[in-house]
């Protein structure tokens, strides 16, 4: 998640790399690696995640409710609110 966050790409493609890698995972604020990439606005992780986990849930709320679309939406993140209206 802090990758994400940071926008540290290559750590975030090399992590995908494990095997037991939960992409759903959630921090104690309820906040996944979606929602973090896509509130910080870093839009090649929020594509890469998009198209290279096809168990990503982008439904996924943190505690206060808020879904990846709702918070870039309200981070003003228009390419990542692009991205996750095109992926559902």
């Not at 990758?3 to 995972?25: E, K, M, R, S, T």
């Not at 839009?43 to 996924?60: A, C, H, R, S, V």
Request: aromatic share 10%; glycine share 8%.
């Amino acid at each position: 998640i802090v990758a994400c966050y940071q926008g540290y790409v290559d750590i975030v493609i090399a992590l995908a790399q494990c095997p037991h890698l939960d992409v759903n995972w959630q921090d104690n604020e309820g906040n996944t690696a979606l929602i973090t990439a896509a509130q910080a606005g870093h839009i090649t992780i929020t594509n890469y995640l998009l198209n290279y986990f096809p168990g990503l849930d982008i439904e996924k709320t943190n505690v206060f409710g808020f879904t990846a679309l709702m918070k870039s939406a309200m981070q003003g993140r228009t390419e990542c609110v692009k991205a996750l209206m095109l992926a559902g």
